[in-house]
């Protein structure tokens, strides 16, 4: 009953933040139409937002006209803002939440909440990362820097119809620039404090008009922040390098390829931690003082320093031929004092290679098959240590390797003139990675802690997603996924299995060695299968008011405790189940002051069933994480995005979310955590601010400059349970001021992050386990004040100078005067149909023929190059056409009407994209019979 009383108060609570969003929305939408100016009035702004493109359905869509909550970054917005990487994106997106898996160059993804929070062979992602298409289904290389992107989408909530499994939190589509058909590129360089250089670049090479080329590049490297008291180290030093090729064949009309390679290889020494307390009364130091003649806390005692650790750590990878003041270990190996490879100090390495081939094929006007093919190999090295001082308390090696195929094959299409839309398609992954991990001996287990693992998975699916207008403005949207996954799992532990005589004390099996210990083996194989549905309802309210509400199912795959060794009988591992998700959300998408002010949100309400806790457990004297079903959770959150152009050269932008989670019910035998405890790390509130604006000097030069400022809220911290200590909050203020010469050829600029030095962590550990069993207290810091210099130098004509292009799109007024002679109707991407603003374009066209005394009116159709030449202008035909029977509708007679189509691959305005150009998707309407003409 207490259970049911729960939900209806959370009902109620959330029916009331939803009740107060609407509340804002309307009393903004009032406030804009009272002040609304229209375009046509003496001295008003013509100053447009552009318009953004999203794939959030597997198909390019407005964002506006996109009934999923997406936030979608263009590269113009990522380079002003200095996001450099993913980790530059805290704040930035509402509800995302990036840390260091400190394993692999890792980064844990978390959307609303939910994210992946180990990189072991067991655990796997809960927010999607698609690069170009290609699903990524571990994190190795994910922290490397963006470079010659095209966009970067967050999609929050579960995506399981459309996107998969291992989508509760969300999905990140990363996608890069495409090979184009004219010579260019740009070359950029970057310097800052820490003695950071990185280089960037692309260039562009058309082999012919049917084979096109592109090849980029990023280096960085950089000093750490962190400097040793004990040597003249630093750690979280960068020496990261990337490099990727792509070639675009165009055999016939209709028929796309595009394959791409691509490598990364990451460099650094690790993501330490920064002692901050030290309890003698732990276990691990218990017995590490029980074989030291000085305690650990005496030796090594907390420095209390923002940005320093002890360094010089030389122990044996990691402690397994360790010689001690009262014991010598039982070593595995007989290299006392080596370390490996050479590395006398943490390190953290991965090398990740990528094949990618994409095939699209236009079958008609109708239809559209595309297949993605991909493999992926990542080998990552990681050497940790407690506190990196000469004899730590825990050292750690991690091995990983990683291969994945995958097929994904799609049939899309639409019906009934657009009426219907569709996607469908075939999924099949399979991911094997190997894991190793050697600790030993370490503080807790005397004899040597090895453990080795592999998982073989693999998955396969079938889904479809339809959209049906039932009026014009009316929308329903169906999909359904089913997944079958297969999990085969094997591990072995090596840690003591013998506690009698000698073996009975710690100090005592540390001595003996490894006739204290043994081998503990565990096998498990299971299938799990789901089926993910999807409803929506989308209301188009006005032309700029949308508005809609959807319920989704996601679903993450079950798995074994692999770090276990044999617990059960028969030397099974121990399995969990699969976790479920209701995801129930509404959203209203807005545009006023004639499309210079767009206000965004939406909230969720999201029930997780068997949901995969994170839990400590101790198996045979081994203390460890493991993974539990171990309770029901719900959440609940609103996200609110706005971006306004008070004038064409002032830009504002700022998001905020609010995110709530707690346990419904806990599992038998769960002592881990109550229902009081908080479910995830995740802060409850966070958001922010940025404004640009662009200085026109006399000499047509620009000068562009941002301030941003991105807030996150204090958030539980450490572990078992969750919240047993708390991180504060923080804010970063970051600017940047670029120069951009008058042809657009080079650009300068001065750069900041965290320009007032503010301290905070990422994550932090002093209480619970942490502080229990290892007996140090621990913060992981942000990353300090940093600022420096850019130069960027465009080559290859209009186009690459494009790119350096940042004032917004300026249209035409849309109402052209009497006295004009030519007209240009503006269409939404890849549609052939008038909008309500194109129809009365054409209106007032038509009406101004009469008085202009126009004998023919010459209508010419343009597209842009999202597919092939023969696609294109079939497409400017159908524009045409419809421009063409409007003016027929207002009484121009066929006969005094002039039909041409220009649809090609060449660009009616040159730009960086020009899928994302308006200019490029329009129909010209030109008085040719004029007596004079």
Known sequence: MRADGNKILRSIHFSRILLASAAAISTLSYQAMAQDIPGDQPGASTGQLEEVLVTARRRSENLQATPVAVTALSPAEIAQTNTRNFQDLRGLVPNLEITPLNSGGGLNLSVRGIGQTSTQVNVDAKVGFYLDDL?????????????????????????????????????????TKRPGDEYGGYVDVRVGNYDRIDTE????????????????????????????????????????KSGRIQIRVLPTDGLTVDLLGEYNELDDNGQPSIAVGCNPNASYQKNY?????????????????????????????????????????????????LTYGGHPSPFDKARVGTLNLRINYQINDELTIKSVTGFRRGVSNFYTAAED????????????????????????????DGALTFVSGLYYINQVTRFSQNTGPDWIDPIGYSYNASNNFSSYAAFIQGTYKIFDDLALTLGARYNYDRKEAQSSVYLQRVFTGSCSTFQGAFTTGAACGGYATGNGAHNWYAFDPRAQLQYQVTPDIMTYVSATHGYESGGFNQQLGATLPGNSLIPYAR?????????????????????????????????????????????????QNAASVHEDGVELEVEALPTPDLEIRANGAYLDQAYDQIGAGVTAFTLSSPVTSAPRFEGSIAVDYTFHLPSDATVVTDLNYRWVDSKPGCTSPVGACTAPAYGLLGGKITYNSPDGVWSAGLWGSNLTGKYYYYAINTLGTALANMGVGTVTPGQPREFGAEVKYNFGGASAAAETASAPY?????????????YMVFFDFNKSDLTPQAANIVDQAAHNAGPAKVTK??????????????????LSRRRAESVAAQLEKDGIPSSEIAIFAKGKHDLLVPTADGVKEPQNRRVQIVYSGEPAA
């Open 135 to 175: 699903y990524i289904a571990r994190a190795d290389g994910n922290a490397l820097h963006f470079y010659d992107i095209d966009t970067l989408q967050v999609l929050k909530g579960p995506q399981g119809t459309l996107f998969g499994k291992n989508t509760l939190g969300g999905a990140v589509l990363l996608n």
């Open 389 to 416: 001082v000469p004899n730590d308390i825990y050292s750690e090696l991690d091995h990983t390797t990683t291969e994945q195929i995958s097929q994904e094959l799609d049939l899309s299409g639409n019906y009934f």
């Open 810 to 822: 300026v249209p035409p007024p849309v109402v052209a005067p009497a006295v004009a002679h030519s």
């Open 579 to 627: 976790e479920h998700i209701w995801d129930y959300e509404g959203g209203v998408k807005t545009e006023w002051l004639d499309h210079r002010l767009r206000v965004n949100v939406d909230g969720f309400y999201q029930q997780f069933s068997n949901y995969q806790a994170t839990v400590i457990l101790t198996y045979n004297g081994v203390t460890t994480r493991a993974i």
């Open 201 to 240: 670049g692309a260039v562009n090479i058309p082999i012919t008009d049917k084979i096109l080329t592109r090849f980029s590049f990023r280096t960085e490297n950089a000093d750490g922040y962190i400097t040793h008291k004990l040597d003249s180290g630093t750690s979280n030093n960068q020496d990261d």
């Open 289 to 337: 003082n029980a074989l030291h003649l000085v305690p650990f806390c005496t030796s090594y005692p907390s420095l209390n320093k923002q940005y320093e650790v002890y360094g010089g750590a030389t122990l044996s990878i990691p402690t397994d031929s360790l010689i001690t003041d009262k014991g010598i270990a039982g070593a595995l190996s007989n290299q006392a004092g």
């Open 857 to 874: 009116l010459e209508v010419t159709g343009h597209t842009d190059t999202a597919g092939s030449d023969a696609y294109n202008m079939r």
